[in-house]
């Protein structure tokens, strides 16, 4: 209990240097949890479009069964496929009315006389998807091909920026924190030298002289953490309509944010706080450690 009173009375002692040490704590861990979860989130709708099948075949309303299973003997044949599906009008009415149920109007408009058959297929490699272009394009009663994969590495180029991205921006921000917690620390241990030297004299050992620096650098960084926390999920919470109706189909995304009381939510929030209590800790207790490295040496 003395460390931590000894703590607390270093932090009341000057408010405005511990203020301006936890404002950029604040500010690193926030952004930290931003970047955080984009990158989460755009690796889970990859990795949810990766799993869909990287090749849907459209066929005209004059092709026939025939011209489908043909397709799918050629394919096959290849050696490349890993799966295939046909979808049939009735089928794809039946998809349309599912995704549409809550519409009635749209639903009065469709018949399955105007929507398309088509073949879903998935290659046994990404890789294998230029080849099968040529052999699908030329087949009878093809009208459309669309490409998943084209969707699929535009997603790749994204989550791959956002991560070269925020790893600058947070490593950058990191390391404005650790300087300024240890400048922070530097002015309070000469601000206190007198009374470091009492201890020495009476016998202190050097960790317990040490300890509430560290303490202080690192409560610094929990509180810095904690408020970001607050604030990001205040904003998860506010903008869970929009998210849910912009990435509702992914089931994870589904599951975590279709009820913001839900178990799975409360567990992801609480593993972000761990989180980033655990980065702002060490990331406060760094800068005081560097500073009593620098300027108590003992």
């Given at each position: 209990m003395t460390l931590v009173h000894d703590t607390w009375k270093h932090i009341r002692r000057s408010p405005y240097q511990s203020l301006a040490a936890?404002?950029?704590l604040f500010l690193t861990m926030f952004l930290a949890g931003l970047f955080f979860l984009a990158t989460v989130g755009s690796t889970m709708?990859?990795?949810?479009?990766e799993s869909k099948p990287q090749i849907t075949v459209f066929f005209t309303d004059k092709a026939t069964i025939a011209d489908a299973n043909t397709l799918k003997a050629t394919l096959q044949s290849t050696g490349k496929i890993a799966s295939m599906k046909y979808v049939s009008k009735d089928d794809a009415l039946a998809i349309y009315r599912q995704q549409n149920k809550n519409d009635p109007l749209l639903l009065e408009m469709v018949t399955a006389d105007i929507l398309p058959a088509s073949l879903e297929v998935s290659a046994s490699n990404p890789n294998y998807l230029r080849d099968l272009e040529p052999i699908i394009k030329k087949a009878s009663g093809v009208e459309e091909v669309v490409f998943q994969r084209?969707?699929?590495d535009a997603l790749l180029r994204w989550t791959n920026a956002i991560r070269w991205v925020g790893g600058i921006l947070v490593g950058i921000f990191s390391v404005n924190a650790i300087l300024i917690v240890t400048t922070v620390i530097g002015m309070k241990i000469a601000l206190k030298k007198e009374?470091?030297?009492?201890l020495k004299l009476v016998g202190a050992s050097p960790w317990y002289i040490r300890f509430p620096f560290v303490l202080e650098g690192g409560f610094y960084g929990l509180v810095g953490a904690f408020v970001s926390w607050v604030i990001i999920l205040g904003l998860l919470v506010?903008?869970?309509?929009?998210?849910?109706g912009f990435l509702g189909m992914i089931p994870i995304i589904h599951m975590i944010f279709n009820t913001i009381s839900s178990w799975t939510f409360v567990s992801a929030a609480v593993g972000l706080l761990a989180l980033l209590v655990?980065?702002?800790f060490i990331l406060g207790s760094v800068g005081s450690l560097v500073a009593l490295g620098r300027y108590l040496k003992f």
């Amino acid at each position: 209990m003395t460390l931590v009173h000894d703590t607390w009375k270093h932090i009341r002692r000057s408010p405005y240097q511990s203020l301006a040490a936890t404002v950029t704590l604040f500010l690193t861990m926030f952004l930290a949890g931003l970047f955080f979860l984009a990158t989460v989130g755009s690796t889970m709708v990859l990795r949810y479009f990766e799993s869909k099948p990287q090749i849907t075949v459209f066929f005209t309303d004059k092709a026939t069964i025939a011209d489908a299973n043909t397709l799918k003997a050629t394919l096959q044949s290849t050696g490349k496929i890993a799966s295939m599906k046909y979808v049939s009008k009735d089928d794809a009415l039946a998809i349309y009315r599912q995704q549409n149920k809550n519409d009635p109007l749209l639903l009065e408009m469709v018949t399955a006389d105007i929507l398309p058959a088509s073949l879903e297929v998935s290659a046994s490699n990404p890789n294998y998807l230029r080849d099968l272009e040529p052999i699908i394009k030329k087949a009878s009663g093809v009208e459309e091909v669309v490409f998943q994969r084209d969707v699929v590495d535009a997603l790749l180029r994204w989550t791959n920026a956002i991560r070269w991205v925020g790893g600058i921006l947070v490593g950058i921000f990191s390391v404005n924190a650790i300087l300024i917690v240890t400048t922070v620390i530097g002015m309070k241990i000469a601000l206190k030298k007198e009374e470091i030297d009492i201890l020495k004299l009476v016998g202190a050992s050097p960790w317990y002289i040490r300890f509430p620096f560290v303490l202080e650098g690192g409560f610094y960084g929990l509180v810095g953490a904690f408020v970001s926390w607050v604030i990001i999920l205040g904003l998860l919470v506010w903008q869970q309509p929009a998210i849910s109706g912009f990435l509702g189909m992914i089931p994870i995304i589904h599951m975590i944010f279709n009820t913001i009381s839900s178990w799975t939510f409360v567990s992801a929030a609480v593993g972000l706080l761990a989180l980033l209590v655990l980065s702002g800790f060490i990331l406060g207790s760094v800068g005081s450690l560097v500073a009593l490295g620098r300027y108590l040496k003992f």
